[in-house]
């Protein structure tokens, strides 16, 4: 008879145990990592760091494109883009086909705008909470440089009833007769990540 009193308490007793065990790891998984998250380093991105893109681009190429910065509207390089003819429009940062002339439209807001992207598809959109706003925001697939906004809805008479909202500082223009500007290295950003991911690394030693 005491065996079978025995057994009872046994199985509290291991019941406990467990519940203490799996309590410990779930504190265990909360518990804040103290670790960076790694610098990306696929091969479809450019990767440099600020200082190079500073020496890259022009300072209002750079506020545009790294800082998600936006050019005044109606100017200079708005008139000049109006003025372009038949070509391709590239990022300017790393060399990507972003638009054609043939998905160019005049919307009269201000700043270039393309009812699509180019067959490349090389511009990327994700979501843009900014400024108590919620909007669509475009990037170089690329190099994840800044590019603008897309708005639908608007009824302009195009294909796609969209307009991308582009800045005139992240495009490169090359007229059909021309030769396309050259892509930044993939190879190179890759070692440039990896470059950062290791200074990240030793930081926390």
């Known amino acids: 008879m005491t065996v079978f009193k025995r057994i009872p308490a046994m199985k509290r007793l291991l019941s406990l145990a467990l519940a203490a065990v ?10 804040p ?9 696929k091969t479809d991105k ?21 800082t998600a910065g936006t050019e005044r509207p109606f100017g200079e390089a708005y008139e000049k883009f109006n003025a372009e003819g038949e070509g391709t429009y590239y990022c300017v940062a790393c060399g990507a086909e972003l638009f054609t002339s043939k998905e160019k439209f005049h919307s009269g807001c201000g700043w270039p705008s393309f009812y699509d992207s180019s ?7 994700r979501v843009d909470d900014s400024g108590g706003m919620h909007r ?5 697939k ?13 009824g302009f008479k195009t294909p796609t009833n969209r307009r991308f909202c582009i800045n005139a500082a992240a495009l490169k223009f ?7 500007p050259e892509l930044q290295s993939l190879e190179q950003g890759k070692k440039n990540a990896a ?11």
């Open 119 to 125: 067959k490349a598809k090389g511009v990327a959109e």
């Open 136 to 140: 669509i925001e475009v990037t170089c």
């Open 22 to 31: 799996v309590t410990v790891a779930c504190h265990a998984e909360d518990k």
């Open 174 to 180: 090359v007229e059909a007769k021309d030769a396309k």
């Open 33 to 41: 990592s103290t670790s960076k998250p790694a610098v990306d380093t």
């Open 195 to 205: 470059a950062a991911r290791k200074a990240d690394e030793d930081k926390l030693k």
């Open 142 to 154: 690329r190099c994840d440089a800044h590019l603008g906004h897309v708005f639908e809805g608007e």
């Open 46 to 66: 450019v990767v440099k760091t600020d200082e190079e893109w500073r020496k890259l681009l022009t300072p209002e190429q750079y506020r545009v494109t790294r």
